[in-house]
């Protein structure tokens, strides 16, 4: 069964074809396709397009198919297109002529806008709470292993003292910059298209400020062929908003790789979270945070992936955006697995002691030493060609430990300043404002 079946057949292979993977991603929007028809009936019956007893009648059979597919007993036949169809269908199949009604004022197009808008709010407010967990771990592992110092690189050579204090706290922030991006995102994704229609709008005298208000909405896309547009462009920003917090979690997989590796000797952890070689006994290889970095450099190329595949797309509705589905959904899962994998290994690391009383690290407190001397008078430029000197000619004596660890100004090894970090994570996560949809979606299934 086809929304838009006439009197002629597709041939089997254009259907097969069109159709592709659709079926199977639309079982994701079944939920939100609901909603959006009972938020659209209820309207309709505003405008006296329904009756009130006729919407009561579709809103209690939505209300059924709604708990079928919370209990996953909802499903979509094999000789119906989508599940905007099966839905249709399946009220027509109880109502009769009330449930052909569904449709009206509406098309298929805005009414797959509205589920991706909805299931995109849900997704986006699940990675949110992963990843304030994940925050929350980091800041606790940096505030146990403060005082543990570290060497710092550039260019991935010695220079100057860290700790894992530091270097802990420096992921949790670079997730706070990564939750602004995707509050960003949900701002765009939190507008209502329904309305739109094919996406010239409805000659109905439709009310559009009301099924703002029903789904939960901030706002409403008030250009009909914009909110057409915004297909294929909130997908995008939304990925690039994924790809931040995957670029954060592939660095941080590239540290532990290096920091894992016996030259490095840094950190390690328990047996049972390594694999090992099948020749050499010896191996504990960090094939986590290896597919942790992989995975995650996938998701930093889907908004490019998405970029191409809507280029040179003029306005309006084309077939090319339901392939983005394919690409986008499972992004949310992968991203939320690689987070809760990172998280269990981070629980579970072995920082070494005392890494910097090897002698190879000495050098690490040169600029130290330059400052010292500044401090005491001597002009920056002699202080570093002293210290320099004294390099050169093999004399230099680095500071004792404790002189990285009295640095007390804001961010510094003495000085996380992780309660601000954590105050900045807490205001962002509120600037979400998820509860004003559930209240809104819960006004919708009482």
């Known amino acids: 069964m086809k929304l838009w079946q006439k009197n002629t057949t597709s041939l089997k292979e254009v259907e097969k074809f069109t159709v592709g993977n659709d079926r199977e991603f639309d079982l994701l929007l079944a939920p939100f396709d609901v909603l959006g028809n009972m938020t659209h009936a209820k309207m309709l019956a505003t405008v006296g397009l329904l009756t009130n007893q006729e919407a009561d009648k579709l809103i209690t059979e939505l209300k059924s198919i709604y708990e079928s597919i919370r209990h996953s007993s909802f499903s979509i036949q094999p000789d119906v297109e989508d599940v905007h169809s099966q839905i249709e269908f399946l009220l027509t199949e109880k109502l009769g002529d009330v449930g052909k009604k569904i449709h009206s004022a509406r098309s298929r ?97 439709i009310n559009r400020t009301l099924t703002t208000e029903l789904l939960g909405f901030d706002d409403l896309h008030y250009n009909v062929v914009y909110a057409q547009m915004s297909r294929g462009k909130t997908e995008r920003i939304v990925a690039s908003a994924l790809a931040n917090i995957a670029d954060t979690l592939a660095k941080l997989s590239m540290d532990v790789c290096l920091y894992m590796n016996q030259n490095f000797g840094f950190v390690s952890f328990p047996a049972d979270l390594t694999t090992g070689s099948s020749i050499m006994p010896h191996k504990k290889n960090p ?160």
Not at 178 to 203: E, H, R, W
């Open 287 to 446: 094939d986590v945070f290896e597919l942790i970095r992989s995975h995650c450099n996938q998701i930093k190329a889907l908004p490019n992936e998405i970029m191409m595949m809507t280029t040179n797309l003029p306005s309006g509705y084309h077939r090319d955006l339901q392939l983005l589905k394919e690409h986008l959904f499972p992004a949310f899962t992968k991203l939320k697995d690689c987070i809760n994998m990172a998280a269990l290994m981070l629980s579970n690391i072995e920082v070494k002691k005392d890494i910097l009383s090897d002698e190879k690290y000495k050098y690490l407190f040169t600029v130290e030493a330059v400052n010292n001397l500044v401090m005491q008078g001597t002009p920056f430029r002699d202080a570093y060609k002293i210290i320099g000197a004294q390099v050169e000619d093999g004399s230099f004596t680095p500071l004792p430990l404790e002189e990285a660890g009295r640095r007390q100004h804001e961010g510094s090894i003495g000085n996380l300043m992780n309660d601000k970090v954590s105050a900045n994570m807490k205001t962002i996560i509120e600037s979400f404002h998820f509860e004003k949809y559930h209240q809104a979606i819960d006004s919708l299934l009482s």
């Open 109 to 205: 197009n805005d009414q797959v806008l509205v589920d991706l808008k909805l299931f995109l709010r849900h997704e986006i407010e699940q990675l949110v709470i992963t990843v304030q967990s994940f925050f929350e771990l980091l800041i606790g592992q940096s505030e146990k292993y403060k005082n543990d110092l570290l060497p710092g690189y550039t260019h991935l050579q010695l220079a100057m003292p860290s700790s894992f204090g530091l270097w802990f706290g420096a992921y949790a922030e670079s997730l706070i910059d990564d939750l602004i991006t995707l509050q960003a995102a949900y701002q765009i994704v939190n507008k209502n298209p329904l309305g739109s229609a094919a996406g010239y709008g409805s000659s109905f005298p």
